[in-house]
C-alpha cells in the first residue's frame, strides 16, 4: 500500500514545486519574441529559452530589407509576405511605444538595378531619375525600377522586441540549449536543456538553423551563412540599392549596410577576407563616394535554409508540439504575420492565413529520442 502510494506523493511534490508555463518558445530571435509578445497579448504565461543571447544570431545579422516584391519572392510565400509588410508600421509603432526604441524603420524605397522589364508594381528608371534620386549612385546605363518598400533596423528591433517581452511578463532563460522535447502520457510536457527541464503543455520551435537538432520530428533545417559589412556613411544614400551583385542599405544614423554572401559553410560563423573584399569592392562600383568612407565592422550570420526555400510553420503530429522555423532571407520581413497566424493556431483559433503549405508534415518524418519526464 506505501509503496503504491510513495510515486503519488512524489508526482504531487514535483507539482507542487515546478513552474510551469503554457507556451515554451525555443529560440529568442525575431520570430520567438514577436510570437512570445502575440501570445502574452492573448493571456499566455510564456518562456522563451535562447541556446546563446537573444537576438544575436540570424536576426543580428540580418539587413533588414522588407522585400515582398512578386519577382523577390517564393510565389506560395506571397500572401504572407504582403500581408506582413502591410502589418509592419502598426507591428514597429506598438514595439517602440512599449519599449522606447526606435527601431529605425525607413519608407525611402529601394532602387533594384537590372530588374527585369515585367517587374509589377514598380516604376521604371531612366537614369536622369536613377541620378535625381541618388546622385552618388555610378550612371551607367542599368535597367532600373523603383519599389516602395520599407526597411528596419533588425538589431533595434530584436532589442524593442525582448525589452516589450520582459515588460509584458514574458520569461527569458538565456545560455539554455534545448536537448529534448518532454513527454508525458504521448503529449508535449516541456523541454529538458543541457542544465534543467522546463514544463509546459505547449513547445513552439522557433531555433532558426538549429531547429533540427532536436525534437521528435528531423527539421531539414541548415545552416546558410551570409557574410556582411558596414560602413560609416550618413547621406551618401536615402533609398536601398540592390543589383544582382551587392545590396546597400542606409541606416538613418549613418551607417550603410552591404551584403550578402550565401554560403553553404556548415555553422562555420567566422568571416573570411576575400568575400568581404568582393562585396566592398561591388559597393564602391555602384558608389565611387564611398571609398572615403570608413569600415565599422564585418560580420557573418547562419539563415535558417529549407529544401524548399518556404518557412516550416503549424502543428505537428506530437500532440503540443509546434514549428516556426526556416525563414531563410524573410524572418525579419515575416514576423508580425509568424507571430500573429502561429499565435493563432496556438491558441485554437482558426488562422487568417493559409499556412497548409508550410506545414511541417510536407516532410518525411524521421523520429528521434523523446525524453520523458520523471
Not at 531555433?207 to 556582411?228: N, Y
Not at 564585418?298 to 503530429?317: M, Q
Not at 514576423?335 to 491558441?347: C, D, G, I, K, N
Request: net charge neutral.
Amino acid at each position: 500500500m506505501l509503496a503504491r502510494a510513495v510515486p503519488r506523493v512524489r508526482q504531487l511534490l514535483y507539482n507542487v514545486r515546478v513552474k510551469s508555463w503554457d507556451v515554451i518558445v525555443v529560440g529568442g530571435g525575431i520570430i520567438g519574441l514577436s510570437l512570445a509578445l502575440a501570445l502574452r497579448r492573448k493571456g499566455a504565461c510564456v518562456l522563451v529559452v535562447e541556446r546563446g543571447e537573444v537576438g544575436q544570431e540570424a536576426s543580428h545579422a540580418a539587413a533588414g530589407m522588407l522585400v515582398d516584391s512578386l519577382h523577390e519572392t517564393p510565389a506560395a510565400l506571397q500572401p504572407l509576405a504582403t500581408a506582413s509588410a502591410r502589418m509592419y508600421p502598426e507591428f514597429v509603432h506598438e514595439l517602440q511605444d512599449e519599449s522606447g526604441i526606435n527601431v529605425d524603420l525607413r519608407d525611402h524605397g529601394a532602387i533594384v538595378l537590372h530588374a527585369h522589364d515585367d517587374f509589377d508594381g514598380s516604376e521604371h528608371l531612366a537614369p536622369p531619375r536613377i541620378a535625381e534620386l541618388e546622385p552618388d549612385l555610378a550612371l551607367q546605363d542599368y535597367p532600373a525600377v523603383f519599389l516602395k518598400e520599407r526597411s528596419v533596423d533588425p538589431r533595434a528591433l530584436v532589442a524593442a522586441s525582448a525589452k516589450a517581452a520582459k515588460h509584458r511578463g514574458v520569461d527569458i532563460s538565456s545560455g539554455s540549449t534545448v536537448t529534448s522535447l518532454l513527454i508525458r502520457d504521448g503529449r508535449v510536457a516541456g523541454v529538458t536543456t543541457e542544465k534543467t527541464q522546463y514544463a509546459a503543455l505547449k513547445v513552439v520551435n522557433c531555433a532558426g538553423a538549429w531547429s533540427g537538432q532536436w525534437g521528435p520530428v528531423r527539421l531539414p533545417t541548415r545552416p546558410v551563412k551570409g557574410q556582411m559589412l558596414s560602413l560609416a556613411a550618413p547621406d551618401v544614400l536615402q533609398h536601398v540599392v540592390r543589383s544582382p551583385e551587392v545590396y546597400l542599405v542606409p541606416r538613418s544614423d549613418g551607417r550603410l549596410l552591404i551584403g550578402a554572401t550565401v554560403e553553404e559553410a556548415g555553422f562555420d560563423k567566422r568571416t573570411v577576407p576575400a568575400a568581404i573584399q568582393h562585396l566592398y569592392a561591388a559597393a564602391l562600383a555602384l558608389v565611387p563616394s564611398l571609398k572615403r568612407a570608413r569600415v565599422l565592422e564585418d560580420w557573418a550570420g547562419l539563415r535558417p535554409g529549407t529544401p524548399d526555400a518556404l518557412p516550416i510553420l503549424g502543428a505537428t503530429d506530437t500532440p503540443g508540439y509546434f514549428v516556426a522555423t526556416g525563414h531563410f532571407r524573410d524572418g525579419i520581413l515575416l514576423a508580425p504575420v509568424t507571430a500573429h497566424v502561429m499565435a493563432q493556431v496556438l491558441t485554437d483559433t482558426q488562422p487568417d492565413h493559409d499556412i497548409a503549405a508550410f506545414s511541417p508534415a510536407r516532410f518525411q518524418r524521421e523520429r528521434q529520442p523523446l525524453a520523458r519526464m520523471a
